[in-house]
Antibody
Framework: EVQLVESGGGVVQLGGSLRLSCAASEFSFSDYWMSWVRQAPGKGLEWVANIKHDGSTKFYVDSVEGRFTISRDNAKNSLHLQMDSLRAEDTAVYYC??????????????WGRGTLVTVSS | DIVMTQSPDSLAVSLGERATINCKSSQSVLYSANNRNYLAWYQQKPGQPPKLLIYWASTRESGVPDRFSGSGSGTDFTLTISSLQAEDVAVYYCQQYYSNSPTFGQGTRLEIK
């Protein structure tokens, strides 16, 4: 089955770090741009970051620039998000998402079920 | 950043009736070089991830029922469900991908009247 499965969420203290992972299966992972999109509890969607299929280009939303790092391992069909200096406002479900169009990698046709990150004081 | 504003915030429609959700962008998402609107619509049911319904403002994703349609251009867009089914109860989001910092609307909750 074509799918994305996130892991690594949990409860972390203010200022702490967490590393999320996303395992891709049954599609050619190395051909696609990949993104992380988050959703705070009861709120809407916010795109966080994306990475080109070969890892050479990355983009971030301003609010996480310098704190979060997106990476990928095409040999292992996996996507990662290293989150440092976590803030209360980073509390959210984090979704891994695949870009539908390699030339316009900003909308998403495949989503994982998400992993919850809770930043606690 | 391009701000996306949806209306209404919530909507109750009778089964079999038409549902219309609006989305307005703070600047045009029509790219003149290819005459395409960089606008997508998603459906999110409770406890599930979002699902892509429409892209390029009016192109239906494979497998999406044809009762879902998208229209509009520039800054004003509409998602229409022609005949509401029980399984369409969800929150609907528009998203612009004109800029390299894509943004979503706040969502519209659709319920059965």
């Amino acid at each position: 089955e074509v799918q994305l499965v996130e892991s690594g969420g949990g409860v972390v203290q203010l200022g702490g770090s967490l590393r999320l992972s996303c395992a891709a299966s049954e599609f050619s992972f190395s051909d696609y741009w990949m993104s992380w999109v988050r959703q705070a509890p009861g709120k809407g969607l916010e795109w966080v970051a994306n990475i080109k299929h070969d890892g050479s280009t990355k983009f971030y939303v301003d609010s996480v620039e310098g704190r979060f790092t997106i990476s990928r391992d095409n040999a292992k069909n996996s996507l990662h998000l290293q989150m440092d200096s976590l803030r209360a406002e980073d509390t959210a479900v984090y979704y891994c998402a695949r870009s539908r169009d390699p030339s316009v990698p900003w909308y998403f046709d495949l989503w994982g079920r998400g992993t919850l990150v809770t930043v606690s004081s | 950043d391009i701000v996306m504003t949806q209306s209404p915030d919530s909507l109750a429609v009778s089964l079999g009736e038409r549902a219309t959700i609006n989305c307005k962008s703070s600047q045009s998402v029509l790219y003149s070089a290819n005459n395409r609107n960089y606008l997508a619509w998603y459906q999110q049911k409770p406890g599930q991830p979002p699902k892509l319904l429409i892209y390029w403002a009016s192109t239906r994703e494979s497998g999406v029922p044809d009762r879902f349609s998208g229209s509009g251009s520039g800054t004003d867009f509409t998602l229409t469900i022609s005949s509401l089914q029980a399984e369409d109860v969800a929150v609907y989001y528009c998203q612009q991908y004109y800029s390299n910092s894509p943004t979503f609307g706040q969502g519209t909750r659709l319920e059965i009247k």
